[in-house]
């Protein structure tokens, strides 16, 4: 009984046409307006400096970037250092740094030391790899750097920390 007073409704009002006029028209203004931002090519007239916005925190000055007057906020502003966000050792701090470097110095082992030709040389096995000479600023197999060689130990560079192979 109600489904056909809803019937009736939409036949007498025509409600199905006047929907299906609506959204044809809607996709047809949808429709202009992408086609619009497609073909018009942005006016830059009005925008003459380009330059990017100053970084206030890596200036370092920022009691005088602010107009900080009192003494307190001058203070606080001589105290902040350029990488507010970012700790000195950021990648000590972080755990995946720490197994990498563990499971790299895992793989080395160092073999001897000699001198050749005056200059120091180490040989380290690489597990995997096998031995390979190393003098120092070598980069080895893009797994550690070669600092410097001494008499019982090797210091390498690895993911940026420096490491001691020994004996």
Excluded at 45 to 74: F, K, M, Q
Excluded at 77 to 82: A, C, E, H, P, V
Aim: hydrophobic fraction near 40%.
């Amino acid at each position: 009984m109600i489904n056909k007073k809803i019937i009736k409704l939409l036949k007498r009002y025509n409600i199905w046409q006047w929907t299906q006029v609506i959204l044809t028209g809607g996709i047809a203004i949808l429709i202009g307006l992408l086609v619009h931002q497609l073909t018009v090519s942005p006016n830059f007239e009005n925008y003459t400096d380009y330059s990017p916005a100053p970084n206030i925190i890596a200036d370092g000055n920022l009691a005088e970037i602010a107009r900080l007057g009192s003494e307190e906020s001058r203070e606080v502003g001589k105290n902040m250092r350029s990488g507010l966000f970012k700790s000195k050792n950021y990648q000590s701090d972080k755990p995946m740094a720490d197994k990498t470097i563990k499971r790299i110095k895992s793989q080395l082992k160092l073999q001897c030391i000699m001198d050749l030709d005056g200059v120091p040389v180490a040989y380290v096995k690489i597990k995997g790899e096998g031995m390979k000479q190393c003098r120092s600023g070598d980069t080895i197999s893009g797994l550690f750097t070669v600092l410097n060689i001494n008499k019982t130990s090797v210091e390498i560079s690895i993911v940026g920390h420096r490491e001691l192979l020994n004996f």
